[in-house]
């Protein structure tokens, strides 16, 4: 049986590669992103089994609306992954701007809160789905300067745990990928588009591909029906943990 996808920040890096993988296998993929010339581009290499859709997840009634007025052959969504999402700044909380970390809430937490709510009734009612979200592991390790977006991960982790308590039962399957180091435009936006800065946190190492990450989510929807993979966490086998900070005196 083919699938049916849905995928949101289908527009660069995970969302791409995932729209990518999947339609490989001959999946329908809806590929949704707030830049619809992107998806519209992404359509067009893979061919009609790819529906772009412009959608903002921030918007609660554009997200309800692009769900309910999907076509036939893609509105029986098997597959949705909230991958829309994003890191803004990473200075001190102290001299954070708030506009930043609301546009992080709004995208990482509520959008994703928003397709999840707009597409999981459907899955119930069918008795099949699996809801796969983009964790990270800035989600359960602290670093300076990870704050908000940090924190908005720890919330998709601990959301998707209670997400599958809540669908027990119903053969829906709920999966939080958390990647490390991935190199997609995920440092150009957090440094608002200051190349040389996203380059050097990738400078003299290898991180992950936005393939490795497509990878990792179809193997987790790909898996029999009977096996739900909770959480993925994955890194760059050139990145891993360091001693805390101790603040010295004199
Ligand atoms: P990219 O910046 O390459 O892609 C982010 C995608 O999110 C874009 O397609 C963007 O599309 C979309 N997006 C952002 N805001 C919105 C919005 N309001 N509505 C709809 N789409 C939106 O980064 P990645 O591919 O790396 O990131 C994907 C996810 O993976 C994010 O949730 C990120 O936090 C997470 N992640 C990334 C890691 C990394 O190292 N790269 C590691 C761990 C997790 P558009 O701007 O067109 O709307
Ligand atoms: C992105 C991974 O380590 O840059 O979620 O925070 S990290």
């Known amino acids: 049986m083919s699938l049916i996808v849905f995928v949101t920040g289908a527009s660069s890096g995970f969302g791409a590669a995932v729209a990518r993988r999947f339609a490989a296998d001959g999946a ?9 010339d992107r998806v519209r581009d992404l359509a067009a290499e893979l061919g009609a089994r790819v529906l772009p859709l412009a959608l903002d997840v921030r918007d ?10 999907l076509p036939e052959e893609f509105s029986a969504v098997d597959v949705l992954v909230n991958n829309a999402g994003l890191a803004l700044g990473l200075g001190p909380a102290q001299d954070a701007d708030l506009d930043d970390w609301d546009q992080m809430i709004d995208t990482n937490c509520k959008g994703l809160v928003y397709c999840t709510r707009a597409i999981l009734p459907g899955m119930v009612e069918r008795g099949r789905g699996h809801v796969i979200n983009l964790g990270s592991v800035a989600g359960a390790y602290p670093y300076p300067g990870g704050n908000v977006y940090g924190g908005t991960k720890a919330f ?24 490390g180091m ?69």
Request: hydrophobic share 45%; glycine share 6%; with cysteine.
């Open 60 to 69: 609660r009634a554009a997200v309800a609306e692009a769900v309910a007025g």
């Open 182 to 250: 991935a190199d997609t435009e995920f440092s150009l936006v957090r440094f608002s588009g200051d190349q040389a800065k996203a380059d050097n946190v990738y400078s003299g190492m290898r991180p992950m591909t936005a393939a490795d990450i497509a990878e990792s989510i179809h193997w987790a929807a790909t898996m029999p029906q009977h096996v739900n993979v909770n959480t993925i966490e994955l890194m760059a086998t050139a990145q891993s943990f360091a001693p805390f900070q101790v603040a010295r005196e004199g």
């Open 28 to 36: 329908r993929v809806v590929a949704a992103a707030r830049r619809v």
């Open 156 to 179: 998709v982790h601990q959301f998707s745990l209670n997400l599958r308590s809540d669908v027990h039962g119903t053969g829906v399957r709920v999966t939080c990928v958390e990647p």
